[in-house]
């Protein structure tokens, strides 16, 4: 067993012995210590590659996808962390923890070894039970994309109210994450989008809004979906409006990185 598996093992056991009244009023502690133990055993890794974080109800894996394979056509070596996998530059495996946001030390350990390999971006997928458990916490955002919210997700939060909270402490995150150019996408045809916007702006990130009125008229059958991006009639096999969505926010994003509209349409 590794140090840092050890001291997480640890530190879990010392939440099973604890009243479980203790153990919720030093939850905040215990999560807090174990973010930044994780990140000061790695090095904090985030510091030292562009980190970039895709959230919401749906759609988070196909967006983390979109954007891994429209860099990786603009010629940068990537990380990507989502529910399907784990893949830093060309070695990829499969995701078998039945989590997208696996432990701190985990992501720690992705991101030190997404740096060591000389990685220009790390895309992760981050969940509202993660935030809730400041599993981001230590994890310095360049860019964060939010796809939209719904109440399909609520049960371990009690309400709906408390999976938006939790959602928005990751647009909060990316506001004072520290880094010297951050951006913020989201999808403004949704009413959340619109305050992840307002909400990292505040902290000087860089509104990237992206919605369905900036590509129409678009098509979506039984082919794909076709649209029109920046004068460039884009095709995709993906289908349904709602990838529609998921194609603008890697496309949004993308631009916002200088990647072109012919590399995109790749």
Known sequence: MFPNELLETVLRRIKYVIPTALFRALAPMYHFLLAFLSALYYGFPSRKILVVAV???????????????????????????????????????????????????????????????????????????GARQSRHFFIALDALIFTNLTPEHVESHGSFEKYRDAKRKLARALAYSGKPKKYMVANSDDTEGKNFLRIAGRGGAERVPYSLAHVEPYRADENGVTFTFEGEEIHSPLLGVFNIRNLLAAAAFARSQGVSVATIKR
């Open 55 to 129: 959230t919401g109800t749906n759609g988070k894996t196909t967006v983390t996808e979109l954007v891994n394979a429209i860099l990786e056509e603009a010629g940068y070596m990537i990380a990507l962390s989502n529910t399907l996998r784990f893949k830093v530059g060309r070695e990829s495996v499969v995701n078998v923890f039945k989590m997208t946001m696996p432990g701190r030390f985990f992501l720690q350990r992705f991101l030190r070894e997404a740096v060591n390999a000389t990685c220009r971006y790390a895309v992760i997928e981050l969940t509202s039970e």
